[in-house]
DNA sequence: GCCAACTAGATAGCAATACTATCCGCTATC
DNA sequence: GATAGCGGATAGTATTGCTATCTAGTTGGC
């Protein structure tokens, strides 16, 4: 396949295309002569999961890149890699971290964390974002909302439950480790949108 | 309150907040003379309300600027004052919108809501986020994930009805118009933080 | 064999976003 | 009455995610 099938089929334009080849999203095609390479099945496929980790998971450039590099490398181990897809998904962070009120939410996190018995690694990202979100709900005197947060882990270890037995499930490491990026960034959408919907339905058959 | 000593206690630098007032995002301060302006506890929380939106919930300004003139808008009833921040908080969204393929997943989208009884507007953005979500997993051959959605819809709609519960239990009409938006959005940020813990957790001890 | 169409690779340009810096004329305050 | 700070305006900057153009070489249909 020639890169303008590549961008044909897959309706990314062919500059784009060239983009990600600069950017090693996308691996280079097999040499086919000076000034030709071969593209083939698995550049689409690559080239989809790009579009749909930034289109509906929202990932920058780097981000993306960060994923798939992780993907590539045969030698890491599955749970890293779960480590690595939530490095490339934290996004902005609070400038405010280190402060009194942030360090007293994260310890909170963390108190919420063992008190479940979970066990994660004491830097994880999501650690930080938690925090972030609590120290933010604190200032702005809506502690209230916290109370909801015990039910959002159960919940989510339910979830969390299914979808890692789920990707498990898959024979092949390749299916796996792919199943993991998906399972982590278009599950991640799948669930806040539901949860958008959920709130409307609510929200509109309970209000006064 | 000067304007430098809300920069000071915000931690907003002095441009930033200048940059707040051009784009309408916070309110100008009561003029005390040609060229001084006073500012009070409000628009210290307003600014809190802002860099929290955007650190912590990821909106952009134009969203912040969409989000906070629904909030003044003592006018708007607040179930659509839900509506509106889920449209502010609604990001880039695929290219294929209209393809074959999409529709069908849009459609596979509504069906799911229809089948759990949910009632929520046609055009809600989160529909159309969902049929994103549902059509990459499809092109990626990831169809297994779909089994996921019924555990994700059945967790939302207990923890919309906690949510819900909750916002409406305040007396005020501000304080429940504010508790919408920071519940929508940093509880938004609170769930997948906690998702991805559970999800490191359970990987971690159930991993071969 | 010829020529238009395409190719890889390099470089430069562009639009949007979220600030940041500077200047101006004025004024509050010491 | 100096001077530090103010509001308002305008212009500049860094980053991101493309997009356009150029060079030089290759392919494919005739």
């Known amino acids: 396949m020639k890169v303008s099938e590549l961008s044909r089929i897959s309706g990314v334009s062919l500059p784009t295309v060239k983009y990600y080849l600069r950017e090693g999203l996308l691996p280079p ?13 698995s550049h689409l496929r690559r080239l989809r999961l790009i579009r749909a980790l930034m289109d509906v ?23 890293h890699l779960l480590g690595c897809a939530h490095e490339a998904i934290a ?10 009120g942030w360090l007293a939410a994260r310890a909170e996190a963390a108190r919420l964390v063992a008190a479940r018995g979970w066990h994660v690694h004491d830097r994880a990202p999501a650690l930080d974002q938690l925090a972030d979100a609590i120290a933010a ?18 919940a989510v270890e339910q979830l969390a439950r299914r979808e890692v037995g789920l990707v498990l499930a898959r024979g092949d490491r390749a299916g796996m480790v792919e199943g993991v ?28």
Chains 1, 2 share one sequence.
Request: overall charge negative; glycine content about 14%; charged content about 25%.
């Open 29 to 41: 095609g097999r040499p086919m002569g000076r000034n030709q390479a071969d593209y083939d099945e």
């Open 57 to 79: 998971g929202g990932l920058s450039v780097a981000g993306v890149r960060q994923v798939l590099h992780a993907v590539d490398d045969t030698a890491m181990p599955g749970h």
């Open 91 to 100: 996004g902005v962070s609070r400038a405010d971290r280190g402060t009194a």
């Open 137 to 154: 709900l604190r200032e702005l005197g809506q502690e209230d909302m916290l109370t909801l947060l015990d039910g959002y882990a159960e």
């Open 181 to 208: 990026v998906t399972g982590t960034v278009l599950g991640e959408a799948m669930l806040t949108a539901l949860r958008r919907l959920a709130q409307e339905h609510t929200s509109a058959t309970t209000s006064p």
